[in-house]
């Protein structure tokens, strides 16, 4: 059975309550120590930074594979055929498994983190 994936906030009642991702869509899968975010960041002008965190884990290693253009009309074609490809990203994680990542604009991003 997989883990319930969710995002809470503190609401002005000091409470905790459903939070969504702060303008990104996205969704995660588990598999073994493998954790799967994909995540789309639909806004067309600003980067959205967020911290990921895995509750009862680590993050030991991430890898980015992002598919984005500064053309938000960019697309492939039978004349373009790689008029958008996606490009690897090296992601540093932080001391204690913190992963601070910023998901560029008009973007959809797949992170692989593996945690312990």
């Given at each position: ?8 906030r ?77 490009q ?29």
């Amino acid at each position: 059975m997989s883990p319930k994936v969710g995002f809470t906030r503190i609401d002005a009642q000091k409470k905790e309550a459903p939070a969504s991702f702060w303008g990104l869509g996205g969704s995660a899968s588990i598999n073994g120590k493998t954790v799967t975010l994909t995540a789309v960041n639909p806004d067309a002008k600003n980067a959205r930074e967020t911290e990921i965190n895995i509750g009862g884990a680590r993050i030991a290693s991430a890898h980015a594979r992002v598919l984005s253009s500064t053309d938000i009309h960019a697309r492939n074609t039978f004349v373009n055929p790689n008029g958008l490809v996606p490009q690897d990203e090296a992601i540093t994680v932080g001391n204690g498994g913190k992963l601070v990542y910023k998901f560029a604009p008009a973007s959809v991003t797949r992170l692989t983190l593996q945690i312990v």
